[in-house]
Each structure stands twice: as C-alpha cells, then as structure tokens.
C-alpha cells in the first residue's frame, strides 16, 4: 500500500487516465459521463470538499484533453458529487 501512495505513482494516476480515454476513444460527453459517474462512487466516501479536492485534481487533465470547458467540467462534478451522499440510502 506504501507504494501505491508513493508521490511518483500518485503523479501517474492522470497520466494512466489519459491513457485509457485515447485507447478507448472517448469523445467529450463520454467523458463527460465518466467524470459524473465517479464523483457521486466517491461521495458515498468522502465529505463534499475532500471529494472535490482530490477528484477534481486526478479528472481535470483529463477533461482538458477533451477540450471540455472547465465550467461544464466544475459543474458535472459538483451537481454530480450532490448525489453521492444520498445515493447509498436509495440502494439499501
């Protein structure tokens, strides 16, 4: 687990996401849907500001290599991210 955390392989994690949305071809609104589809699994763990902090920072690179706009890119996220919380009391 140390090394999963280790500060070079934590810089890669973007990188990786890159790589992946060039091999599958996703456009901008599939993309798009990846993005909003990971902020609300992460809010079922985390408080709203952490989720942001460290999804958006992991996602961003990958939402410019789309030329999506970074208003669109916020507003996924945190319209998204609103659902995470709730979310696990509607699957029980």
Same mark, same amino acid.
């Given at each position: 687990?140390?090394?999963?955390?280790?500060?070079?392989?934590?810089?890669?994690?973007?990188?990786?996401?890159?790589?992946?949305?060039?091999?599958?071809?996703?456009?901008?609104?599939?993309? =798009?849907?990846?993005?909003? %589809?990971?902020? #609300? /699994?992460?809010?079922? +763990? *985390?408080?709203?500001?952490?989720?942001?902090?460290?999804?958006?920072?992991?996602?961003?690179?990958?939402?410019?290599?789309?030329?999506?706009?970074?208003?669109?890119?916020?507003?996924? =996220?945190?319209?998204?991210? %609103?659902?995470? #919380? /709730?979310?696990?009391? +509607? *699957?029980?």
């Amino acid at each position: 687990m140390p090394a999963l955390l280790a500060e070079g392989s934590v810089r890669r994690i973007p990188n990786a996401l890159l790589a992946g949305v060039g091999w599958w071809g996703m456009g901008i609104t599939a993309t =798009g849907f990846f993005i909003a %589809a990971w902020f #609300p /699994v992460v809010g079922w +763990f *985390l408080d709203a500001i952490a989720a942001i902090s460290i999804v958006a920072t992991l996602l961003e690179p990958l939402a410019r290599a789309v030329n999506m706009d970074p208003v669109h890119f916020a507003m996924a =996220g945190i319209i998204s991210l %609103a659902f995470g #919380p /709730v979310a696990p009391e +509607f *699957l029980k």
